[in-house]
């Protein structure tokens, strides 16, 4: 069965990746000339952008409230203890449910699907369960 590939799925797709490209060159801030260029570098359509940017930008405006967060309903989970790309898809949802009017299933599901794709075997259940505890806070 062929998911139905939303413009907001694109732009979650493409801020995990950005967010997962801070992590790695240790950028804990948003950067304006960054982002225009990780947009340019992978083809972000313009349609896009605005919603893709308001994500990053929201995740990095309040990363320490996410950060707290995700720990408080990680049991035995540090963020520091798991792997980048999950840290990454945490932190988009995190954002998505405590910050946006997108539906708490619309955001747990994309969240399960972007683990899936670019973590471990292991990572939509794991994402599923702190999202879950999460979105019932």
Same mark, same amino acid.
């Given at each position: 069965m062929q998911r139905e590939h939303h413009p907001n799925a694109q732009s979650?797709?493409?801020?995990?990746?950005?967010?997962?490209q801070c992590e790695i060159e240790k950028l804990f *801030?948003? &950067?304006a000339n960054h982002?225009? =260029? *990780?947009? &340019?570098?992978?083809?972000?359509? =313009?349609?896009?952008?605005a919603y893709f940017r308001r994500l990053v930008e929201g995740i990095f405006d309040n990363?320490?409230?996410?950060?707290?967060?995700?720990?408080?309903?990680?049991?035995?989970w540090t963020l520091a203890r798991m792997p980048v790309i999950d840290r990454c898809v945490l932190r988009l949802a995190a954002y998505e449910l405590l910050f946006t009017d997108t539906p708490k299933k619309v955001v747990i599901n994309e969240a399960i699907e972007l683990a899936k794709k670019y973590s471990t075997e292991n990572s939509g259940a794991f994402v599923n369960g702190i999202l879950d505890k999460l979105a019932q806070k």
């Open positions: 979650r797709e493409w801020a995990v990746q950005f967010l997962y *801030f948003f &950067s982002f225009d =260029r *990780f947009a &340019s570098d992978f083809g972000v359509e =313009r349609e896009h952008t990363l320490s409230v996410l950060n707290e967060k995700i720990e408080a309903v990680s049991e035995n």
